[in-house]
């Protein structure tokens, strides 16, 4: 497998895919594992593309460059010009309209989708000492962790996954991070509590990857048998129900909403929360439907759910409450 950073055109060539990704290191990891699958299912040979985003060279904050999507649109325009013919995203990072042209082709198994604390000494949140130091850049996050430990100080952190953990046990006492992040990256070492995704529920599609193709290769080969061979249903499910839930929300990637959904038996169920302005107030709410892989029924019953989990929310007060449509 090749690595291609220099941003000049790889051509297409038969018996290669060429598969885009950003460059920060932890792109480039999830993205050789997909690489890795596609080449072991189908013979062929794969090229990393790198495509470099506003996001990652600009010093701006994420709220003036227009949010998380600027790490999205990059790639999205290297696979619709034909620079690539498979870009990789943190399915968490996508906005949740669709996108002209593009096509959601696969839902690889999910990763731990659980945020981690990493703190100093191997402390938990519970054992942290009141007036503790706590880093995230995630309001979900820091309404969380003000709600379990309100003795806490959660101060703003931003930077990649290496910068931010080399702030611990530095300026600050802890952080908290997304556990697939650290995990690809083999810093698990790092993590000292992995909070219950009930209790302490994700970002939406947390610890997923989208696997994005074109909508006019989606059914032709060899995208047809890469993607068929990366897809796993149940991790599409339970990402697209969370997604379904922040479309109707009409929230954005920095709103203060968890999501958890998961396959329980016969039936696929949500579990969401959104958590006020202010910190204190918090809304659960909690619904399942019928779902199962070999069903052809159960096509469209994640977005069903994630839009009736929604509107429950919605009239229990969460327009009210929380900003939804906060950019990071
Ligand atoms: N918000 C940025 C982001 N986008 C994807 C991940 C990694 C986790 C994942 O793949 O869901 C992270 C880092 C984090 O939240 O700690």
């Known amino acids: 497998m090749r690595v291609h950073r220099d941003g000049t055109p790889v ?39 790198i495509v470099t985003t506003r996001g ?16 999205v649109s990059a790639l999205r325009e290297a696979l619709l010009a034909g620079r690539c013919d498979l870009a990789v995203h943190s399915l968490k990072d996508l906005p949740t309209g669709p996108c002209d042209g593009i096509a959601l082709g696969a839902v690889p198994p999910r990763a731990d989708a659980r945020d981690a604390l990493c703190g100093r000494d191997g ?13 995230t850049g995630s309001p979900r996050r820091a309404a969380q962790i003000r709600l379990r430990r309100p003795d806490v100080e ?15 046990g530095a300026d600050l006492d802890a952080v908290v991070l997304a556990c697939a992040g650290l995990d690809r990256l083999g810093r698990g070492a790092a993590i000292s509590e992995r909070f219950p995704l009930d209790e302490v529920p994700p970002a939406p599609g947390q610890g997923a990857l989208a696997i994005e193709v074109r909508s006019a290769d989606a059914g032709c080969e060899p995208y047809r048998t890469a993607l ?20 109707t929300l009409e929230a954005g ?43 052809a029924e159960s096509a469209g019953v994640p977005e069903l759910l994630g ?3 929604a509107d429950q929310l919605l009239q229990m007060g969460a327009a009210r409450i929380a900003p939804l449509g906060a950019r990071p």
């Open 228 to 247: 068929d061979a990366l897809d796993h249903a149940p991790s599409r499910a339970t990402a697209l129900a969370e997604r379904a839930l922040l479309a």
């Open 307 to 309: 839009a009736r989990v």
């Open 154 to 168: 959660v101060l703003d952190l931003r930077g990649n996954v290496d910068t931010r953990l080399g702030r611990v």
């Open 56 to 71: 990652d060279v600009s010093r701006e904050s994420l709220s003036q460059l227009g949010g998380t999507g600027v790490f």
């Open 11 to 49: 051509a297409p060539a038969p018996g290669l895919i060429r598969i885009g990704t950003r460059g920060s290191a932890l792109a480039v990891a999830q993205t050789t594992t997909v690489a890795e699958s596609i080449v072991a299912a189908t013979g062929l040979e794969a090229v990393l593309v």
């Open 123 to 135: 402390l938990t949140l519970a054992m942290l000492p009141a007036g503790a130091r706590v880093g």
């Open 253 to 295: 990637c920095a709103a203060p909403i968890g999501a958890t959904a998961r396959i329980d038996g016969e039936r696929l169920l949500l579990r969401a929360e959104v958590h006020g302005a202010d910190g204190r107030e918090q809304l659960v709410f909690t619904d399942a439907l019928p779902w199962s892989a070999t069903d």
